[in-house]
């Protein structure tokens, strides 16, 4: 942990002697930004220095104090114009990226971040490879039995009908109804969401978008033939769902045991979410989402401290799916 602080706070002293470019930053200013001795700061200064960033000390200043400045000419060869901060930034933010872990694009992007690491010493990338061990994530659940092989082909298929609004025509596979079909789509856009890929066309035979996952189209074959998009997607990807989905949003009145109050009410669940508090330490949440199979999920999941209060058909498919798990526990299988 002590390692920890150390990189971050290095990496804060960085980001603040590039803020201030020519004016610099004296060490003073620096030990009372982190909260730490003058010496500290000077140990973490050489070993920046070390690593290869190129920060000195300016003694030109007429008030005869050192400050510490950025040799902004040691990255000007760098075409994209990005400062050493943002540099950095975005060579540690590759951590991040471990979301995209089974997407097409994560090849795309490894080799991305291969060029850009070019532009930093071998110090300096030692440096911050220790970052990711301050901040690191969790990639989504990856989805078994995709066919790796034959889908970049496919999702490369899917962005040039989108970009170029030229119909196609896919073979899918729907889980729900167990069938393969083929559809005349038009491609508005691909969607990553929760480990997967998804494609959201409008379908002329059904007069509305819909949504395909990319895994399971087995075949996309690009038409001759363009389309004029007749509706405008939101920016955001499924907008009205706390999961995946493109149905229109109903209003939603769900409480909440005060057991988990405080739990609810210290994060944003949706965009729409309205909380009020209920005597007795209730709360009283309100959604505008789509009453699809991520909102109950959402819901079960909290057990016996959330309840459907509206709407009533949801209440009821609430309550059954309680009572069949019940059901599940009071007559167990031997094993």
Request: contains cysteine; proline residues 6%; hydrophobic residues 40%.
């Amino acid at each position: 942990m002590p390692r920890n602080a150390e990189v971050v706070r290095q990496w804060t002293i960085l980001r603040e002697i590039e803020r201030a470019r020519a004016a610099g930053v004296t060490i003073d200013d620096l030990a009372s930004l982190c909260s730490v001795t003058t010496r500290t700061i000077r140990r973490d200064l050489q070993a920046l220095e070390e690593a290869g960033f190129p920060v000195y000390d300016d003694r030109s200043h007429d008030d005869g104090r050192t400050r510490w400045r950025i040799n902004g000419q040691a990255f000007k060869g760098l075409a994209t114009g990005l400062t050493l901060s943002e540099l950095c930034a975005l060579y540690f933010s590759r951590t991040l990226l471990e979301s995209l872990s089974g997407t097409p694009f994560r090849d795309d992007v490894e080799r991305a971040f291969e060029k850009l690491s070019s532009v930093l010493t071998p110090h300096m990338r030692q440096f911050l490879d220790q970052l990711p061990r301050v901040l690191s994530t969790k990639a989504d659940p990856r989805r078994p039995g995709i066919d790796d092989a034959r889908q970049p082909q496919i999702v490369a298929r899917a962005l040039e009908a989108t970009l170029h609004l030229r119909q196609a025509s896919i073979t899918y596979h729907s889980r729900s109804s167990e069938r393969t079909k083929q559809y005349l789509v038009h491609p508005y856009r691909l969607a990553y969401a929760q480990g997967a890929l998804y494609l959201l066309a409008y379908v002329p035979e059904y007069g509305e978008v819909r949504t395909f996952a990319v895994e399971r189209v087995q075949e996309l074959s690009l038409l001759e033939e363009r389309f004029i998009p007749i509706e405008e997607l939101p920016d955001e990807a499924f907008p009205h769902s706390l999961g995946v989905h493109s149905g229109s949003p109903e209003r939603v009145e769900i409480e909440f045991q005060p057991a988990v109050a405080e739990y609810v009410t210290a994060r944003q669940w949706h965009q729409s979410q309205q909380l009020r508090d209920r005597p007795g330490g209730t709360v009283l949440m309100t959604l505008n989402v789509c009453l699809d199979r991520a909102l109950r999920s959402w819901i079960l999941s909290f057990g016996p401290f959330a309840r459907v209060v509206s709407p009533e058909g949801l209440a009821r498919e609430i309550a059954e799916q309680i009572q069949e798990a019940g059901a599940q526990y009071a007559h167990p299988h031997r094993t």
